[in-house]
């Protein structure tokens, strides 16, 4: 099959995530997308079990979202937010603000979920700095975490299962413990606190399911308890909703399901319905006010360039619309049902772990993937776009998706974990 002239000129001057170069697979070429479908240059179509990287989650190509993207594009794709703003961003913020449990209302944009929650991180030092409490400069967060790819992220991120074990000793030290889920756990999560808190000016936490770190799932009663012990210390609790945010999880937010506020948020992947790259950190009014001062060092001194980016407001507002005006938290639970039903025949599979599923999360654990590269392939060879990685296969459509269409994926999952 001859490949496109752009596809042969440009491969060799792409540097491509995650993957070692010397020996990744040639990436498909795709060339455009429509509801839960990935055609490729080639002609071949794939069901979509991953919505880019769990951001699209009203299938790609939403005629309203579209709509509303030309229409601001036509008007103002961008203008600087230095003392600016505009109607994108602010209508945005108030309904963020309405939407979010407690006094969650102060919304700072930025472009990636890795800055989202440098934004947190540098809040939540701040903090204490604008209050005078010296000392307590570190973060507490836990293993099977991923909170980003940047230098100040990665050391929150789970230091051995994670892809940052190399850069250890370069970035600044965090804490990194086990998430209290069972009596030694929660023990040792008690003394350390105990021995630690003094140093420690935040928990840092991805509510109900661990994502990137492996799809790991914990019980809400775990995060009710991170909100009481982190009050007890006077600690900030930062909830990392930017994989389990919109809806994933069953609920608009995974801290809904505990019925708790964090005291900072971060929000990304479908905040504009996997349209266009934004970010949030949402503070609560007693983290904003720390920042309120008569000294102008006491400011949050931070500015991404494209913040607030309006052409990325406008698809986040349009996203919210079709949360309103579409049953999209229905259909997760409907997704929920289907995952449980069509997965759970995996469990008896030779080298099956564990089947899990939460809201449109399905996941099917192995004891080991030898070549994950080479499982992808096996994928795609059944016409879907399925990404395993280190031990896991997991599906995390759009909320969109047609049953029939996840009824392809989970019996491929099946069929390629059959053979
Ligand atoms: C994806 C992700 C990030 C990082 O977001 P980027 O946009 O890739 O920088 C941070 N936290 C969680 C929970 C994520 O899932």
């Known amino acids: 099959m001859t490949s496109p002239d752009w596809y042969e000129d440009g491969l060799p001057h792409i540097w491509l995530p995650y993957s070692q170069m010397k020996t990744a697979p040639a990436p498909l070429a795709a060339r455009a997308t429509e509801g839960s479908r990935i055609t490729l240059e080639d002609g071949r179509s794939l069901v979509d079990g991953v919505a880019a990287w769990w951001t699209a989650c009203h299938g790609y190509n939403h005629p309203h979202i579209r709509a509303c993207a030309e229409a601001q594009l036509a008007r103002m794709p961008h203008v600087m937010f230095g003392g600016m703003v505009h109607e994108p961003a602010l209508r945005l913020s108030s309904r963020l603000a309405a939407l979010l449990p407690g006094d969650l209302e102060r919304v ?115 995060l009710r308890h991170l909100r009481h012990a982190a009050d007890r210390h006077g600690l900030l609790l930062i909830l990392d909703e930017i994989f389990t945010g919109f809806g994933r999880t069953g609920s608009m937010f995974a801290c809904q399901r505990a019925g708790i506020v964090p005291d900072i948020i971060t929000l990304s992947k479908a905040l504009t319905g996997g349209t266009m790259a934004l970010a949030a950190t949402v503070a609560r009014r007693h983290v904003y006010e720390a920042f309120l001062s008569d000294n102008p060092e006491h400011a949050l001194m931070h500015g991404p360039t494209f913040m607030a980016n309006p052409l990325a407001c406008a698809c986040a507002n349009a996203s919210l619309d079709l949360f309103e005006q579409e049953p999209r938290l229905e259909q997760v639970a409907v997704i929920e049902t289907a995952l ?16 899990r599923v939460m809201g449109a999360i399905g996941v099917v654990e192995l004891d080991r993937i030898a070549d994950p590269a080479a499982l992808r392939t096996r994928f795609i060879a059944e016409n879907v776009w399925i990404r395993p990685f280190r031990n896991i296969v997991y599906l995390t459509p759009a909320f969109t998706i047609k049953p029939e269409q996840l009824q392809v994926l989970t019996q491929v999952v099946r069929t390629v974990l059959t053979v």
């Open 108 to 222: 700072f944009y930025t472009d990636s979920g890795s800055v989202a929650v440098e934004v947190a991180m540098k809040m939540a030092i701040q903090y204490r700095l604008n209050r005078g409490e010296t000392g307590r400069t570190k973060l507490l967060a836990f293993r099977g975490g991923y909170h980003g790819d940047t230098l100040a992220t990665m050391a929150i991120c789970d230091p051995e299962e994670g892809m940052h074990h190399l850069f250890a000793g370069v970035m600044p030290a965090q804490h990194v413990i086990d998430l209290p889920q069972d009596e030694a756990t929660t023990t040792a999560f008690e003394a350390f606190l105990n021995a630690h808190a003094h140093e420690i000016t935040a928990i840092i936490v991805e509510p109900l399911v661990q994502g990137a770190g492996g799809m790991l799932f914990h019980a809400p009663a775990v």
């Open 340 to 355: 449980r039903e069509q997965l759970e025949p995996c469990r008896p599979l030779p080298g099956v772990k564990d089947v």
